[in-house]
């Protein structure tokens, strides 16, 4: 053989690789290879940037400009970042003609599920539907499958897992008052107020959420973090959100564990727990205990207005399918994600029956002694009895999981600017009821 020849077979391997002759990149394939397609043109993006509202929260405008905005925030404001790693771990797809075709009742009558998502009536955004592990529904009616929609107060969860991750590592005792944790509120309105009933949304605090009023107490703390509206005259406008909760006079309208007040300023305590107990800024906490280990096809990020203190309470972004990564943890194909169990058995059961009892009262969400309840529990909404989690996010969007059926939803949408649209979350439910047997439940 000649030594032409020799080299030849000694880089053929090498050729065969550069050539395309490699493994099925089955752990590493996007969904597909169609170029990124712009979603609008240049005037219009220019038109939404100048119409943003520049005295008031800019999330409170409706119609046209909140679907451009819902979708589009990163380009409006800093974010941090929730950092993937590793490879994509594909979501298997196994389409279900029949969710597409359930029959959805609307005030121009019944229609199947797909058409009133692209209906005038509907302001969806996008859809995905897991079952299985496998997306068995999936549809981006008015966005991009790459885009980052914001999730508001579906983000609430995130820090509440973090906690139950530290608590199952002893780090944490959610029966202790959060100063044993951070002093510096030891002369706040949260001293003596357990970790566990900041979780619950039940710290019995004058302080829920207002975003009307601002001078209420909820206002100033969304000044402090910047999603308020500062005003540049105002030199007394709290600076950040730490020194704000630490000096935070707030009167009581209960004692702690009996009456359930929803805050965003509670999500705000228990994401400065995480950076206590871990020594570093939230989002990268969250990014090296999940984000980073779901196979997550993009980085996720957080609305962080001032200081890159991201939004916990609310300014969450990530790709659909993304999100719905997440929901495959509290699942039994947590294993198509993830092949550690991030969230625990013990936790799952948890939320399901472990509800402070004085909280359902004070919902009134009880269907009688022995009947099916809704409960709030570790700043979820509801969990049902019969195991479905979900947690609601401002303006349409929703994150579902029924660990029993193996089922996860994802939505997202938008207000109309005369807010006449029909309301996404209780399509999605109708669906997944009518179709899977999961309860009937009205977010």
């Known amino acids: 053989m000649s030594a032409t020849c ?63 905005t819902h979708k589009n925030a990163q380009q409006l404001f800093p974010t941090a970042t929730l950092h993937r790693a590793g490879l994509v771990r594909p979501l298997p797809q196994r389409p279900m003609p029949e969710v597409a075709a359930f029959p959805v009742d609307t005030p121009q009558g019944a229609m199947p599920f797909a058409e009133f998502l692209e209906s005038d009536q509907s302001t969806a955004l996008a859809v995905v539907i897991l079952q299985g592990g496998s997306i068995v529904f999936e549809r981006y009616p008015r966005m991009q499958d790459y885009q980052k929609p914001v999730y508001w107060s579906v983000a609430k969860v995130l820090p509440a897992v973090l906690i139950r991750i530290f608590e199952e590592r002893g780090r944490v005792d959610p029966s202790r008052p959060i100063d ?88 705000f305590v228990l994401a400065w727990l995480v950076e206590k107990l871990s020594g570093h800024p939230f989002h990268d906490v969250l990014s090296r205990e999940i984000w980073s280990k779901l196979g997550a096809e993009a980085d996720a990020a957080y609305i962080a207005y001032r200081y890159g203190i991201p939004l916990t309470h609310g300014g969450f972004m990530a790709r659909p399918r993304d999100l719905a990564r997440f929901g495959l943890l509290f699942t039994p194909s947590r294993k198509v994600v993830s092949d550690e169990p991030i969230i625990s058995r013990d936790y799952i059961d948890f939320l399901r029956s472990e509800a402070n009892p004085a909280l359902r009262r004070n919902l009134g969400a009880a269907d009688g002694e022995d009947g099916p309840y809704v409960h709030n529990i570790h700043q979820w909404d509801y969990v049902h009895s019969d195991g479905t989690l979900f947690k609601a996010g401002w303006a349409g969007q929703g994150l579902i999981v029924n660990p029993r059926l193996d089922l996860v939803a994802v939505f997202a949408s938008y207000f109309k600017e005369d807010y006449s649209e029909v309301h996404l979350g209780g399509k999605v439910f109708a669906v997944l009821n009518g179709v899977f047997g999961m309860a009937p439940i009205s977010p």
Not at 19 to 37: I, K, L, M, Q
Not at 246 to 266: E, H, M, T
Request: charge should be negative; include cysteine.
């Open 6 to 68: 020799r080299v030849f077979f000694l880089l053929l391997p090498a050729v065969l690789w550069l050539g395309g002759c490699r493994p099925a990149p089955d752990a590493t394939a996007p969904y597909n290879d169609a170029p990124v397609e712009p979603d609008i043109g240049l005037d219009e993006s220019l038109r939404h940037h100048r119409a943003l509202v520049r005295d008031d929260m800019w999330w409170t405008m409706a119609g046209e400009q909140m679907a451009w």
């Open 180 to 267: 044993a944790y951070l002093p510096e509120l030891g002369q706040s309105a949260f001293a003596g107020i357990s970790v566990r009933d900041i979780l619950d949304m039940a710290t019995g605090l004058d302080c829920e959420d207002d975003y009307e009023n601002r001078d209420s107490c909820y206002y100033q703390y969304s000044i402090a973090i910047g999603d308020g509206y500062r005003d540049p005259q105002d030199l007394s406008a709290p600076d950040n959100p730490y020194d704000f909760v630490a000096n935070l006079k707030a009167g009581k309208n209960d004692a702690p564990g009996q009456r359930f007040s929803y805050s965003g300023v509670n999500t």
